[in-house]
């Protein structure tokens, strides 16, 4: 079984709906991410916690919100989608501690397109 | 990732070697990474390098660092089909609290 799961691989939506996706990890990680993919743009951090009372922004959390709900969970919400959130979404989780090497996992991703 | 700059696509012949080219900015990182991500899937550590280190050679990959230039490069030997993917350089950022990725470089081998 994977370590980092996401849910739904894929999702058509409609501008202005409500969509929330999905991260569980079976690694026993504090930390964990969202990170949204756009062609010529690379991978771009969106939110990120360290466990789950511990929530921070990252460089594009504008319309975009997160839940930490257990600390192998972590969900991404897009209170109102629009177009140019049609992207590639990315959950990936890391270990913290001495003598880290603090490598990312990553799931396997959420094709999302608003239309 | 505008702090890692990477070029966007590399085509290379089957068997020929590919390099990869990266520039990052922070100097006091004591890692720098490559992923790889295959088609349809999520990115996966491919090698790291301490900054400690010259090079790094793992069967077919060789990693250069060039910490005065701030370069990192990835070097495949004999590229097969399977190498083809996008390939990311990485460097952790605030004391590896987050990781800043380039914008990937897309590999591909031509049989």
């Known amino acids: 079984d994977a370590d980092v799961t996401q849910t739904p691989r894929n999702r058509i939506t409609k501008t202005g709906k409500r969509i929330m996706l999905e991260c569980s990890q079976t690694k026993g990680h504090d930390r964990m991410y969202w990170y949204r993919q756009d062609p010529g743009l690379g991978l771009r951090l969106i939110y990120y916690s360290f466990d789950v009372k511990d929530i921070n922004k990252g460089e594009i959390s504008d319309g975009y919100s997160v839940s930490r709900q257990a600390q192998a969970k972590f969900s991404l919400s897009l209170e109102s989608a629009i177009p140019n959130q049609t992207a590639l979404y990315f959950c990936?989780?890391?270990?913290?501690?001495?003598?880290?090497?603090?490598?990312?996992?990553f799931g396997p991703g959420t094709r999302l397109t608003v239309t | 990732g505008e702090d890692v700059e990477q070029s966007l696509f590399l085509s290379v012949r089957e068997g020929d070697s590919s390099v990869i080219n990266c520039t990052y900015t922070?100097?006091?990182?004591?890692?720098l990474y490559w992923y790889k991500q295959e088609p349809g899937a999520g990115l996966q550590l491919l090698t790291y390098i301490f900054s400690n280190m010259d090079m790094k050679q793992d069967q077919r990959l060789t990693v250069l660092l060039n910490k005065k230039d701030k370069h990192l490069s990835l070097r495949i030997a004999d590229t097969q089909t399977g190498d083809s993917a996008i390939y990311f350089c990485a460097e952790p950022l605030n004391g590896y609290q987050k990781v800043t990725f380039g914008i990937g470089t897309k590999l591909q081998v031509i049989p």
């Open positions: 990936a989780t890391s270990d913290s501690g001495p003598n880290q090497l603090y490598e990312q996992y």
């Open positions: 922070d100097s006091s990182s004591t890692y």
